[in-house]
């Protein structure tokens, strides 16, 4: 028998598949480029392959490690001792967003990249493994969490991926002031409210007409429902997508002030 925040999501999963529209009904040149040439691409790379071996490799891991929940935490297993292979099942996101931001990487082909919650790494190969010359900053608060993410960027010879350890609130800030700007940055660490619009403002600080910002699980609690509400109200933000799992956040002020929900 679900429960009531179960029903919340599947409620709210059958509106967004009655409000989601996909191409024959996206009007602006560049949303319909994006949605038809990016979002709802297939094409396969040879990448993709050696990183989702690693994925089943993490998802049969038996080592336990010490698990530090700075997050919302899951909703599955919040103990602390925790096995390789639930984080996997738990933290990772499936294929299909993970060769999304791939494609993303490769069509707005950013210099620099963040992700704030690097958990295990795979989502930080695929941004990485689009180009040797971007920089991947990855950020996580568990030490041994990200000392199993390093053991995969090594096994994959990633060298162009930095991780930062430590509570995001804390590394995040002195990150954010010595670089001067941000281009592409991939949320998905602490699924509550304010450390979200937290993280959100100090990467708004240094965002440009051209940056992108996604965010995961925007409809995963009713803080990320609200989060996601303010990020759209935002003045400096112009153009939004909405793929249920994942929102797509753009400021270029030529881009109509338009929210759209995309199927995905
Ligand atoms: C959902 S997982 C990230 C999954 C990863 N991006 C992927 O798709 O492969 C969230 C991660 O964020 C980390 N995290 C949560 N809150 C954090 C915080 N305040 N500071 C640093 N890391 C945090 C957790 O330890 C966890 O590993």
């Not at 925040?5 to 009655?18: D, G, K, N």
Request: proline fraction near 5%; charge should be neutral; hydrophobic fraction near 40%.
């Amino acid at each position: 028998m679900p429960n009531i925040e179960q029903l919340r999501i599947i409620f709210r999963y059958i509106s967004y598949w009655l409000n989601a529209i996909d191409e024959h009904s996206l009007q602006p040149p560049f949303a319909y480029r994006l949605y038809t040439s990016v979002i709802k691409r297939k094409e396969q790379y040879p990448i993709f392959e050696d990183i989702e071996k690693s994925r089943k490799e993490l998802l049969a891991d038996q080592r336990e490690i010490s698990f530090s929940e700075l997050g919302a935490g899951s909703k599955v297993n919040p103990r602390k001792k925790r096995q390789i292979k639930d984080i996997a099942r738990n933290s990772l996101t499936p294929a299909k967003f993970s060769e999304l931001l791939f494609r993303l990487v490769a069509h707005f082909k950013p210099h620099i990249i963040l992700e704030l919650g690097t958990s295990l790494g795979i989502n930080t190969l695929y941004l990485a493994k689009v180009r040797k010359e971007v920089k991947v900053i990855t950020f996580e608060g568990c030490p041994e969490t990200a000392a199993i993410s390093q053991e995969l960027f090594q096994k994959h010879s990633s060298e162009n991926i930095e991780v930062i350890t430590g509570d995001i609130s804390a590394t995040l800030p002195p990150f954010i002031n010595q670089v001067e700007k941000v281009d592409f940055v991939y949320f998905d660490a602490n699924h509550r409210l304010e450390p979200t619009l937290n993280y959100f403002n100090i990467c708004l600080s240094k965002a440009h007409t051209n940056s992108i910002f996604i965010f995961d699980d925007i409809h995963w609690s009713r803080e990320m429902e609200e989060a996601w509400k303010q990020i759209k109200e935002n003045p400096k933000v112009t153009m939004t997508m909405d793929l249920f799992n994942s929102g797509l956040v753009f400021f270029d002020p030529d881009l109509k002030k338009q929210h759209y929900t995309l199927m995905f």
